[in-house]
């Protein structure tokens, strides 16, 4: 994943939007989709303020993997909560009702590993 990619996951993990992070980092919300397009880097103090307006180190936009620490999760974890945050939220946004059985569905799909 290049760094505006992460960007917009991140974006959609914390519930925010790119014109609430353009206002906060102070830049054109544009520059996202023109960034994605290219396939290109900002410039380093863009890059850090658009970390510190995502409380996230510089090092994860970059690399897509947060540096290791004893308090954080592996970043094998956080690249897949990431990629399934939004099934997440829908299933969390179900009542009980429709939500069991679907997750029983998936633990009965687990044991045929």
């Given at each position: 994943?290049?760094?505006?990619?992460?960007?917009?996951?991140?974006?959609?993990?914390?519930?925010?939007?790119?014109?609430?992070?353009?206002?906060?980092?102070?830049?054109?919300?544009?520059?996202?989709?023109?960034?994605?397009?290219?396939?290109?880097?900002?410039?380093?103090?863009?890059?850090?303020?658009?970390?510190?307006?995502?409380?996230?180190?510089?090092?994860?936009?970059?690399?897509?993997?947060?540096?290791?620490?004893?308090?954080?999760?592996?970043p094998e974890d956080?690249?897949?909560?990431?990629?399934?945050?939004?099934?997440?939220?829908?299933?969390?946004?179900?009542?009980?009702?429709?939500?069991?059985?679907?997750?029983?569905?998936?633990?009965?799909?687990?044991?045929?590993?």
């Amino acid at each position: 994943m290049n760094f505006w990619e992460v960007v917009v996951d991140e974006l959609a993990y914390q519930g925010r939007t790119r014109k609430w992070l353009a206002a906060e980092a102070k830049f054109d919300a544009s520059t996202i989709g023109t960034g994605l397009r290219r396939n290109s880097m900002p410039q380093v103090d863009l890059a850090l303020r658009i970390a510190a307006a995502l409380d996230v180190p510089v090092e994860y936009l970059v690399t897509g993997k947060n540096p290791p620490s004893k308090k954080d999760p592996a970043p094998e974890d956080l690249h897949t909560y990431h990629k399934y945050a939004k099934t997440i939220a829908h299933l969390d946004a179900l009542p009980d009702r429709e939500r069991i059985p679907i997750m029983k569905m998936i633990e009965e799909m687990q044991g045929m590993e």
